[in-house]
């Protein structure tokens, strides 16, 4: 019988960490909700003593999940176990993930210490925790540039103390896949008691080797693999859930299974990737909007004479549905709605209707609306309590003119104007922009999303604005890109403190 593989998702800590990924607490419940019904055995729900928002969303998280283990993460300190316990009182399931750096340059630069002193502090920090909770598990962060003999001590000892399952972090991305895999065969030959927990990896993706790293730990015994949906998370992101999850369920050879109901995870992939604002790259294994494409007409020809030709994994295995029912102008409120639950979104009747006038305002401008455009819709009322807002926006431009923008502007109920010209219509409409709000403010970096269908789509951009020191991320959706760019650009300034 094959070995249960346990999904422990961080999106909403490691992932949700990424500037400009942040959710508020409703989001966040909404993806802790998705989380249970993919299957996961573990939520990372947050950092409590991080901040407030992460305090109360565990709280609100730990209220909203019934069947996976609730986990918090601390640093090996008392009074972060302490408000990591308050915060996972209604946790059915409940787990600290606690730990300390163990690498030689962790204990020097970060801890100024040395290495006993830091099995001590790593020791008291489980045998606390444990007085809490019976499931503590234990990180040693940067163990893939620790040295083996010396992580050993570190985990035999955690062990002794009361942890429960194991992490070793690659926390900067660094291990070859052999190297990882040679190094959880290392902690499984000599750590005594390594039976009595499971073994777990956190793999990022620095070099790109993060899922392939994580995979060389399942195979040399880790059977616990901590991940994102989307791949989010630090830098370059975590291991993806994704790929992890369909690599187990195409090589059943690898002799472990996971709980995941892999027809769920395209809907979270976009639930994910629409609230976080974070695209994901059209070749991304599994999720990617190419993943399943075939272009190149020897492919095409293969695919249509037998599928298995070019394809491993049957894209409705992981939730794409192309029967799915295309809205137009003229769907329904019902129809809108059973698309939304498809995505994994729920809405109470009087939201609904709004989407759902939103809809028909979008369905007027283009004629087919698809997944990311209801998506977007769901989560349009992110900006109602904005003091900016964007009144009108008029812009004139073309080839051997220079491009004009006249822009409205509301401001807390007061309503402001300007007109300026620039070196195209973005420059012209952010010049007019800046004329109202004449603050000392940088952009950054401005993505515009590539428009997948059609040239009425809607057009997706992401900005980061610098204002007083400080980087602030924006989003904005239309129809009309350089509306979606005046849109990000507010949002941004929306959130200036
Ligand atoms: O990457 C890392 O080391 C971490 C730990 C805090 C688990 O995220
Ligand atoms: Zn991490």
Redesign the pocket.
């Known amino acids: 019988m094959a070995d249960r593989l346990f999904i422990f998702d ?1 999106t909403l ?2 992932g949700e960490q990424v500037p400009g990924c942040q959710l508020n607490t409703v989001e966040k419940i909404q993806v802790a909700k998705q989380l249970e019904l993919l299957g996961v055995d573990v939520i990372e729900a947050g950092f409590p003593i991080s901040s407030p928002g992460d305090y109360n969303s565990v709280i609100e998280i730990s209220k909203a999940v019934t069947w996976p283990t609730i986990c918090a ?1 601390t640093r090996a300190i008392q009074s972060d176990i302490d408000v990591a316990v308050e915060a996972l009182r209604y946790a059915k399931r409940k787990r600290i ?1 606690t ?1 300390i750096g163990t690498s030689d340059s962790h204990i020097k630069y970060k801890f100024n210490s040395n290495r006993d002193e830091i099995i001590e502090r790593a020791v008291a920090a489980v045998k606390y925790a444990r007085r809490f909770v019976d499931d503590v598990e234990f ?1 040693a ?2 163990a893939g540039r620790t040295d083996n003999e010396y992580l050993a001590r570190v985990i035999e000892a955690v062990i002794k103390a009361g942890a429960t399952v194991v ?1 070793i ?1 690659d ?1 900067t991305g660094y291990c070859l896949p052999s190297e990882y895999g040679a190094k959880i065969k290392y902690l499984m030959e000599h750590v005594s008691g390594i039976e009595k927990v499971i073994l777990s990896t ?1 793999c ?1 993706n620095d070099l790109g080797m993060a899922t392939a790293n994580t995979m060389a730990g399942v195979l040399n015994g880790a059977r616990q693999v ?1 991940v994102t949906i989307n791949g989010i998370g ?1 830098r370059a992101g975590n291991t993806s859930l994704e790929e992890v999850a369909m690599i187990v369920k195409c090589h059943s050879g690898l002799g472990v299974e996971t709980n995941i109901n892999t027809n769920k995870i395209y809907p979270t992939s976009r639930m994910v990737s629409s609230l976080m604002n974070m695209p994901v790259q059209p070749n991304k294994a599994i999720v990617g909007r190419n993943a399943f494409a075939h272009s190149s007409g020897i492919h095409q020809d293969g695919v249509l004479k037998n599928v298995q030709t070019y394809e491993i994994i049957d894209p409705h295995d992981v939730g794409i549905d192309d029967n799915s029912i295309v809205l137009t102008a003229r769907s329904g409120r019902a129809a809108l709605k059973n698309r939304l639950q498809a995505l994994g979104v729920e809405l109470s009747q009087e939201k609904l209707d709004k989407v759902y006038e939103d809809f028909l305002k979008l369905a007027d401008k283009k004629k087919d609306i698809n997944d990311d455009d209801v998506l977007v819709l769901a989560g349009a009322d992110r900006t109602v309590n904005h003091r900016i807002k964007l009144d009108y926006l008029q812009v004139t431009s073309g080839v051997g003119v220079q491009s004009v923008a006249s822009l409205g502007l509301n401001i807390s109920g007061e309503k402001f104007e300007a007109c300026a010209s620039g070196n195209g219509p973005v420059d012209a409409a952010i010049k007019a922009l800046k004329k109202i709000i004449d603050r000392n403010m940088t952009l950054k970096e401005f993505t515009i999303q590539a428009i997948s269908k059609g040239s009425d789509d809607m057009g997706k951009v992401h900005m980061q604005v610098e204002y007083d020191g400080q980087v602030y991320y924006g989003f904005g959706a239309n129809t009309d890109i350089i509306a979606a760019s005046v849109e990000a650009y507010i949002d941004c300034i929306n959130k200036f403190r």
């Open positions: 961080t800590r490691d993460l993930h730990g990180y962060e940067d992490n972090p926390t956190h990022h901590e630090e």
